[in-house]
């Protein structure tokens, strides 16, 4: 059907946001589950994720919506920078759809039809404009896909000029009659009447000019409807932050879907295990004298490790900043991961201390063995 034509019939059914299944491109993963279409399905070429201590406007947002799912009581499951900026699942454990955000930033101005679809370069080789973009996920992932969502700290206004989101069917007949064969010149599957409903807008309320401090202040409110007011929402905030850009930069062969959950994805069970964990590091003191029932080593080397775990727990005590709440929340995720496969403490050490050794020297420069020991024990028992 010629984009015109389609159009107008989209506009006599005065269509609401549609939902899956959408008419789907022959080369997409029709017949597969969202599971394997999520682990088969290559990423389009990036720029490469960045490395920063700071946040990112995208990472902001992002743990912004991380927070909401939670609140919401969802079994959610978050990625960063895979096949987008943020995607979201249904459910982390049986997901049967997936949401696609595309976070853009501006200084001014605000967004336009012909900005979101304009395409630049020569005409033989065109860049692809950010609603191909997005929409490219729908080609390549077909039914895994509800929404493709562009966010921004400004407004759409042919969209909505409220910090909301909108759905691209309520825009009014001229404007989405350009939108839809702009896209139908770019892709070739791409069908107004069938489409257009994936496509919405969020005017994000995360202003550019003090986002980090609004997050935090999230994160605050966060925490306290959780695990309580006491709980500083800064090292809290940048240790999710953290772990979300380890996650976004996390790659490797992976033949199930949950190696593929693990490596890249951000769950209701992640956020339950820090939020666990970081009350307990506020309200209890490991003892060595529980650790030291277990440890069968030889007296003069046991010794050097009890020495060492009060420098440890003086030193952690002392750093009760950012840099020591990432630190021991990497060694806490490599050690939970091997305690399954340890028979004790010893067999702990042994499975962990070479991954663990370079984290240890690079918080605390000149950390002998009995330290970086006592450091795998100490997080065991927190």
Known sequence: ?????????????????????????????????????????????????????????????????????????????????????????????????????????????????????????????????????MFDNFTRLGPAVEKLVLVSNLPFPEVTELHEEKCFTTIDDKKIAKFASSLAIEAANFSPSEHIGLFHFIFSDLNLSNYEATIIGRVAEFLDVEIGSHIPPKPFALMLNDYCRRRSKSSGDLISFEQLKISKFVTREDMMGWLSRTQDQHQRRPEWIVVATDLDLPFPEKRKIARAWLDYETMIRARTNTATMIFTQRLQDIIHKAVDNATNNISLIDLVISEIRPIVYEWNPGSDDAFVKAAILYELQR
């Open 1 to 133: 059907m010629p984009p015109d034509a389609a159009i107008l019939s989209l506009q006599q059914t005065n269509p609401t946001c549609l939902s899956p299944p959408w008419h789907l491109d022959e080369n997409s993963g029709s017949n597969l589950s969202i599971k394997d279409t999520l682990l088969t399905v290559s990423q389009r070429e990036t720029g490469g994720q960045t490395a920063q201590d700071r946040f990112d406007y995208q990472t902001a947002w992002g743990l912004s919506r991380l927070m909401d799912l939670h609140s919401s009581g969802s079994n959610y499951a978050v990625a960063f920078e895979f096949h987008d900026d943020v995607v979201t699942l249904d459910d982390a454990d049986e997901p049967t759809k997936a949401i696609f955000y595309q976070v853009k930033t501006k200084r001014s101005g605000s967004w336009s039809i012909a900005q979101f679809t304009n395409r630049t370069g020569p005409a033989e080789t065109k860049k692809s404009s950010y609603a191909g973009k």
